[in-house]
């Protein structure tokens, strides 16, 4: 893999006010990057011959094919095959080239593609394309269609209602062959020796007909077409598989409009009477058979979207009772807008697991089976749907710092075990904090390990999580009456030597704090009923007293406020800033080392992450600050690209022995740390100056070796990328690829793993594009 090395900066007018400024380095743990955003097909294979089960996804707007390592542990590391499978729609794995390594095979909906990626035995994959003209692709598989000893491809496509195969040459050149243009909208292709005449049948499922089908090969590859049924309403899915044991192949549907999961019995003749399954799986869209609870028959698996409730999902399985009576069994009603289900032996155990995609919630998901057909669901794709907060602390004891989160559509407190050189494995806590929205951890009980707690908004609850020294969390409700209850922290507020407990409450603008009596029963007190919209707490001893106070956000008013305590757990309110725009979250550190505890805030209008500097004199009453340059407190803008800031938290989380800080962000899905580089460069106080119009300057050095700045003007709110192209054409880097505000920006780009040469820059703004040279010597 080449490495290119980035550096972005936002450049302000450099006039006034000159002094050193705290820099940071952006490094992600966990966002979309990691994620299947909008995930549509799994499949599971052997990928990397280890002889363990690794998981294939494709997912649509991320436009990516990835495969997820199995480290033998059943731990998942995400490797990405492509990111340009435009609207991909499904997966398969199959030694397509014959070199006995595991190539993948996509089918992609908005670029018409069948793709194919050529694992080199290191799995690095090449992509290579079967064809560009499968209108609206759906589905792809493979299998030798035509008996000559390599594989073939097929695949069915939407738009052009066509079911076709690709036939391979040996050399992996592919030969389009038409099976039927008249599957109106083709959503799912199989294959199989339907017939028993030894060789290889066609299925197809098309939902605009509600049409089953099945096309029989004359073996020459004739295909001749027959209706199983033309009242699938809405038909996703289609597979074959002796469902009955009698020695024929039956087949099976998925389908959205009738909500059913049926069967159709192979009389030996290819004549199919239909049995149902069942009728409740809302949106069905896909199905999948093996033997889920070993008793020697063949059960039934099905994925349904069911977009009632709003984005609920189930996978379920239909146990055969050897006489093709089916009883459901719901795994899960989590996998919100569930399209793909697959089944096999996950963890090596000897039992069937379970595989799902689910698109609404962006995840790739295996279910572990016990061996009884209880199943445990286990997140294969990292994500944090909707990251609401942050907070870092060492979880294991293992001496290095490990990360929390709160993701809000997922109902998630996650904690991401740091290895020790910051890669981050996720570990669920719970999936029932209803609208989880602040995360924190803290020796509740005093027994030496680090528990957790959590607000969630939708439930009105602050919970705990007991850590049993394990990493085995039990939970424990503190109260269920937090009107919207958006954050939590943890302290010792009335000096008697356990930990206490506080809330923001955004429903009814309530700071509060709960008293542990020592044995964790816990007894409410109000701070404030005036913090407008109430988002954020925190608890420090800001003014130096050595008693601890509390700090605010609230959204409504724009304010960050302190309430300073007298020792006796009484409060009073003081400002500290009215303008953070919609803040989210407040945080205390001593940021820049000088002894005093700086400020940090989360905004969610302005996106922005800042700090202010407190100036050692605690003047809060009487200046509260609403500028950068007035009052004790200076602020310092970290990124103003967090879009949908939502929390922030500073730790030393590289070890380096200064304060880092951390970042999660709600509307791109990200938990970010900002490496604190000590106090380098310069920075101006004045407000930046917004281009008039968009604008691409030459780079320099040039000739450069081996790296060159590219300066740009960005003029409005657009999405922007920045792009490295080689002289025949090839992409060899992508700088820059989101939404950036107006601003003057700078790129360092490091190429010491291209070659000398002419590259070309691109850049592209809304409607603006340009592309200007360069020149690589070495």
């Not at 670029?111 to 589905?139: C, L, M, Q, R």
């Not at 195969?165 to 909208?185: L, M, R, V």
């Not at 399954?277 to 349904?304: E, F, H, P, R």
């Not at 960005?714 to 820059?736: F, M, S």
Request: glycine share 8%; charged share 20%.
């Amino acid at each position: 893999m080449k490495v290119f090395s980035v550096l972005l900066i936002i450049v302000f007018s450099l006039t006034a006010n000159i002094f050193p400024q705290v820099q940071f380095a952006a490094h992600i743990i966990v966002s979309r990057e990691y994620a299947a955003v909008f995930a549509q097909s799994v499949y599971a294979v052997d990928v990397d011959g280890d002889s363990d089960m690794d998981v294939l996804s494709a997912s649509a707007q991320d436009r990516k094919i990835a495969w997820y390592e199995n480290d033998g542990n059943e731990n998942f590391i995400s490797h990405i095959i492509t990111t340009e499978a435009s609207g991909a729609q499904s997966v398969y794995a199959v030694d397509v080239d014959g070199d006995s390594d595991m190539d993948v095979l996509s089918a992609c909906w908005s670029d018409d593609k069948i793709a194919w990626y050529e694992n080199d035995g290191s799995e690095n994959f090449s992509a290579h394309t079967v064809t560009p003209n499968a209108v609206g692709a759906e589905s792809v598989y493979a299998t030798d269609v035509d008996g000559d000893g390599d594989i073939d491809v097929l695949s069915a496509s939407e738009s052009d209602d066509k079911i076709a195969w690709y036939e391979n040459d040996g050399n992996e050149n592919f030969s389009t062959h038409t099976i039927t243009t008249g599957a109106n909208g083709a959503s799912s292709v199989y294959a199989v020796d339907v017939d028993g005449d030894g060789d290889i049948d066609v299925l197809s499922a098309s939902e605009d007909d509600d049409m089953i089908a099945w096309y029989e090969n004359d073996g020459n590859e004739n295909f001749s077409p027959h209706i199983i049924t033309l009242y699938a309403n809405g038909a996703q899915s289609v597979y074959a598989e002796d469902v009955d044991g009698d020695g024929d192949i039956d087949v099976l549907s998925a389908s959205a409009e009738d909500k059913k999961i049926a069967w159709y019995e192979n009389d030996g003749n290819e004549n199919f009477t239909t049995h149902t399954i069942a009728t409740g799986a809302l949106m069905a869209t896909s199905v999948y058979a093996a033997d889920v609870d070993g008793d020697g028959d063949m059960d039934v698996l099905s994925a349904s979207a069911a977009i009632e409730p709003l984005y609920q999902g189930e996978i379920a399985w239909y146990e055969n009772d050897g006489n093709e009576n089916f009883t459901t069994h719901t795994i899960t009603t989590s996998a919100y807008g569930a399209q793909s289900v697959y089944a096999t032996d996950v963890d090596g155990d000897g039992d069937m697991d379970v595989l799902s995609a689910s698109y609404y919630d962006n995840k790739i998901a295996w279910y572990e089976n016990d061996g009884n057909e209880n199943f445990i669901s286990h997140a294969i794709t990292p994500a944090a749907d909707a990251a609401r907060s942050v907070y870092a602390t060492d979880v294991d004891g293992d001496g290095d710092m490990d990360v929390l989160s709160a993701s809000f559509l997922d109902n998630k407190i996650a904690w991401y075990e740091n290895d020790g050189n910051e890669i981050f494995t996720p570990h669920p806590i719970t999936t029932g904090a209803d609208g989880a929205s602040s995360v924190y951890a803290a020796d509740v009980d005093g027994d030496g390990n680090m528990d957790v707690l959590s607000a969630s908004y939708d439930d009105d609850k602050i919970a705990w999580y007991e850590n049993d020294g394990n990493e085995n969390f039990t939970t424990h409700p503190i109260t269920t009456s937090a009107d919207g209850a958006r954050s939590v922290y943890a302290s010792d507020v009335d000096g008697d030597g356990n930990m206490d407990v506080l809330s923001a409450c955004y429903g009814d603008d309530k700071i509060t704090w709960y008293e542990n009596d020592g044995n964790a029963n816990f007894i409410t007190h109000t701070i404030t009923s005036a913090a407008l919209e109430a988002t954020s707490v925190y608890a420090t001893d800001v003014d130096g007293d050595g008693d601890m106070d509390v700090l605010s956000a609230s959204a409504e008013d724009d304010k960050i406020a302190w309430y300073e305590n007298d020792g006796n757990a009484n409060f009073t309110a003081h400002a500290i800033t009215t303008s953070a725009d919609y803040v989210q979250s407040v945080y205390a550190e001593d940021v820049d080392g000088d002894g005093d505890m700086d400020v940090l805030s989360a905004s969610s209008y302005d996106d922005k992450i800042a700090w202010y500097e407190n100036d050692g004199n605690e003047n809060f009453t009487s200046h509260p600050i609403t500028t950068a340059a007035d009052g004790a407190f200076t602020s310092h803008p970290i990124t103003t690209a967090a879009d949908g800031a939502w929390s922030v938290y500073a730790a030393d989380v590289d070890g380096d022995g200064d304060m880092d800080v951390l970042s999660a962000s709600s509307n791109d899905n990200k938990i970010v740390w900002y490496e604190n580089l000590g106090p380098v460069g310069i920075v101006n106080n004045d407000p930046p100056v917004v281009p008039a119009q968009p604008l691409l300057y030459d780079n320099y050095p040039d000739p450069f070796n081996p790296e060159t700045t590219i300066e740009f003007d960005v003029a409005g709110h657009h999405p922007v990328t920045l792009k490295i192209y080689d002289l025949q054409g090839r992409e060899a880097a992508t700088l820059i690829n989101e939404r950036l505000p107006p601003a003057h920006y700078k790129v360092t780009f490091n190429a010491r793993n291209l070659a000398s040469g002419v590259y070309f820059y691109h850049i592209r703004m809304g409607d603006f594009q340009a592309v200007k040279k360069m020149t690589l010597i070495r």
